[in-house]
């Protein structure tokens, strides 16, 4: 079933036409990638502010994990507009969520060894933050 839906998301996406010629030569497989990347990142990354905001001293990574949350629902949502993408908003669109994931995946990773959610979540931000550098390269 999710083969399915991805396939027919890819065939949505193709048959969408892109004004900025960057774009429309973009493959949209890897754009494809990039949000279920930034999905994942967002569901992460919910969960693990969620969890950790009752714990003492979690402050920091409470609001890293929403905030990046934010940041890749956003990201995503912008990919679902390909007639106003443009090489102009999208390349600091993804530099600004690679560098919120890495934060996100740095906090994360101090408390790694004492929660499952954070190591995750972590690891989520991390697939995510190389997803973006993927559709960076391919507009490029």
């Known amino acids: 079933m999710k083969e399915l839906a991805v396939m027919n998301m890819t065939e949505m996406m193709k048959s969408m036409p892109m004004d900025d010629t960057a774009m ?3 493959d949209m497989a890897v754009m ?3 949000m279920e990347a930034c999905n994942a990142c967002m569901q992460a990354c919910t969960m693990c502010a969620g969890t950790m905001a009752g714990m003492e001293g979690m ?3 409470v ?3 929403a905030m990046c949350a934010e940041m890749c629902q956003t990201m995503m949502k912008m990919m679902m507009h390909p007639m106003a993408m443009s090489a102009d908003t999208m390349m600091p ?3 600004a969520t690679m560098a919120m994931c890495k934060a ?3 906090e994360c990773m101090l408390h790694a060894d004492m929660s499952e959610t954070c190591r ?3 690891m989520a931000c991390e697939a995510a933050m ?3 550098e993927k559709m960076t390269a391919s507009m490029s």
């Open 32 to 34: 494809q990638e990039c």
């Open 59 to 61: 402050g920091k990574c």
């Open 24 to 26: 429309a030569s973009m």
């Open 120 to 122: 995750m979540c972590a």
């Open 104 to 106: 996100c995946m740095d």
């Open 93 to 95: 669109m993804l530099q």
């Open 130 to 132: 190389m997803a973006c």
């Open 63 to 65: 609001s890293l994990s």
